[in-house]
């Protein structure tokens, strides 16, 4: 009975050694022409979308740009006319210094925070962990309503919660700190810096604990102390995320509109107004819609010198 099966089997090999054994692909399939529908029909709509949403505004924006616009009125071309008027006005050139202040101020002092948090929280991450939410939940309130807190913070009477508490120890105390163009600025630094520190604490805690316990385990049994450890294992490989926070970060700051517009409307006399706030003030309020389109564009070639390098770096790593 044995010998009966064995000699079935023995019948058998030969016709499955007769078809082809599929090749191991590992999960991965090559691509076929008949793929090419429904690959179509996902891809379409969302290049419909980011045409109409993305690539049509912008190449409507640097054609307006050559225009002068005022109002209702016929537009005239005026060629380079917008960005050479631009690069003359003087309140322009001290938009592009607000900007960079402000800029490098939030990502300097966000990053910064963040980083310090996360290499203190990795050393106790249950504990800390309700202090890592309340943190980020100050990065997920809107700007808008960030801003409208800092105003009754930063409020000139004895009202605002700044003033008051300085009045505690010194009487009478009272500032008004966003009617002053330099303390303006740096009421706003802070305020952007406080909402924007959330995601470099969420990142850089992410890239610490990315960090092989056998190198924190070997630091400890070699005596360690929290210092050395922070300063030659936790803080060096956590770079990784210490970039990644100063790029996205850096980007929102240029970007930063909402909190300017109600914190302080880009005074006093337009000494914390960045190009963006410009852009929107020369197209929306003075109705020219040419130059503000040029401050766009400005604007555009600035995130866009951040971005692509950044992007450029880190889609070589990836490969």
Same mark, same amino acid.
């Given at each position: ?25 590992? $999960?991965?399939?090559?691509?076929? /022409? ?17 045409? +109409?949403?993305?690539?049509?505004? /912008? +190449? ?15 537009? =005239? ?18 938009? +592009? ?64 919660? /700044? ?15 966003? $009617? ?46 929290? +210092? ?13 995320? &210490? ?18 517009? &109600?914190?302080? $409307? ?25 130059? $503000? ?13 951040? =971005? ?12």
């Amino acid at each position: 009975m044995s010998s009966g099966a064995a000699d079935r089997g023995a019948t058998s090999r030969p016709a499955r050694e007769g078809r082809p054994e599929p090749a191991d692909t590992g $999960g991965w399939r090559p691509w076929r /022409l008949t793929d090419a529908p429904a690959a179509m029909f996902l891809i379409v709509p969302v290049l419909v979308l980011f045409g +109409i949403a993305v690539v049509y505004p /912008l +190449i409507e924006t640097i054609r307006l740009s050559f225009y002068e616009i005022r109002g209702l009125a016929e537009p =005239s071309y005026v060629g380079l006319g917008n960005y050479l008027t631009l690069f003359g006005d003087p309140t322009f050139r001290n938009t +592009i210094a607000t900007t960079l202040l402000f800029t490098l101020g939030v990502t300097a002092i966000s990053v910064a925070l963040g980083w310090a948090m996360a290499m203190l929280c990795s050393f106790a991450p249950a504990q800390t962990l309700p202090f890592r939410m309340m943190v980020f939940a100050a990065f997920a309130i809107p700007e808008t309503v960030s801003g409208y807190m800092w105003v009754t913070i930063l409020r000139p009477d004895r009202a605002g919660l /700044l003033n008051s508490v300085i009045g505690a120890f010194i009487p009478d105390f009272s500032r008004a700190w966003l $009617g002053d163009a330099t303390t303006a600025r740096w009421a706003l630094i802070i305020a952007a810096s406080w909402s924007a520190v959330g995601l470099p604490l969420l990142v850089c805690f992410a890239a610490v604990r990315a960090i092989p316990k056998s190198l924190i385990e070997a630091a400890y049994v070699d005596g360690a102390r929290p +210092i050395s450890m922070m300063r030659h294992i936790l803080m060096p490989l956590s770079l990784t995320g &210490v970039r990644v926070a100063i790029f996205i970060n850096l980007l929102g700051a240029l970007r930063a509109f909402d909190i300017i517009f &109600v914190l302080t $409307g880009g005074g006093p006399v337009r000494a914390t107004e960045t190009i963006g706030y410009f852009m929107y003030r020369e197209s929306m309020t003075q109705f020219k819609l040419g130059y $503000g389109a040029a401050a766009t564009v400005v604007l555009l070639i600035a995130v866009s010198v951040v =971005s692509i390098p950044a992007i450029i770096q880190r889609t070589a790593q990836a490969k």
